[in-house]
């Protein structure tokens, strides 16, 4: 009877694959801790970057915001709380970059070489690496909250708005690290990922609300830049964390994180796809 309901080849195959799943995803997730471990001078870029910001320019804005309260915010606050959502976006999306980088080094001479012609399905792989990306980039968002914590930034972690605050987090990494998979489709060498990175990171930054609110921008006169702050995702991800950091969910920027990441990821599975993607362009 019980052979009937379960044929014995089909429970075993099964398994055996999620098994294989699980040790890939093991397997690549614990290769970039062991890498970022050894690292230093990665996790002290990842820190100075935001943390200069924080210190030489939150110094000479600090009262910039006296004169106006800025969404989701009910009250005053200081240039340092407001831009620290955007300087944890910093982390986030130069994480998510510089994992870009090392699928194109792994992808031409290293383990993703080797992956890519494994026998799992090429969605699980890539989703492995995303996920690999997503861990060191909460492992540096903490270090950061840390060492800001230490120079005076107090943020509202401490809460019911933690879990929506750690769930922003996790969204915006997803989001910025399928972009970074995505332009590593397009990345031949290395030699081109310079120029590639600063004509995608520094405008996704300084186009966005991570330094200053859109009705700055408005205000100004700065209509065309106004516009293409609404439009870059990178805005979506600081305003989600920024309101999930006062406990209040921003509709309009999860759907626009989701939606970037979900496109995102599936033009980067294409990418791969040795069919349409980038193996058979370079043949």
Known sequence: MKN??????????????WQHGL????????????????QYGRLLSALVRPLLWLVVFAAGFRNVFGVSVVDPYDTYITYDEYIAPGLIGMVL???????????????????????????????????????????????????????????????PLLGPQLAHFLLALICGAL?????????????RQLENFAGTMNFVIFPMFFISTALYPLWKLRESGALWLYQLAQLNPFTSVVELMRFALQGQLNAQAAVVVALTAALSFALALRGYDPQRGWVRQRG
């Open 4 to 17: 009937q309901l379960m044929p014995s080849s089909t429970i075993p195959v099964a398994l055996k694959g």
């Open 175 to 187: 989001m910025l690290g399928s972009i970074g998979l995505l332009l590593s489709v397009h990345i």
């Open 93 to 155: 999306l130069f994480n998510g970059m510089q994992s870009s980088l090392a699928m194109v080094y792994d992808r031409e001479m290293g383990l993703m070489r080797l992956l890519l012609t494994a026998p799992l399905p090429r969605w699980w792989i890539l989703a492995c690496k995303l996920i690999a990306t997503t861990v060191l980039s909460l492992i540096q968002v903490l270090m950061f909250l840390a060492v800001a914590a230490l120079l005076g930034t107090q943020l």
């Open 23 to 38: 040790l890939a995803l093991q397997a690549i997730v614990g290769r970039e801790l062991f890498k970022f471990s050894r």
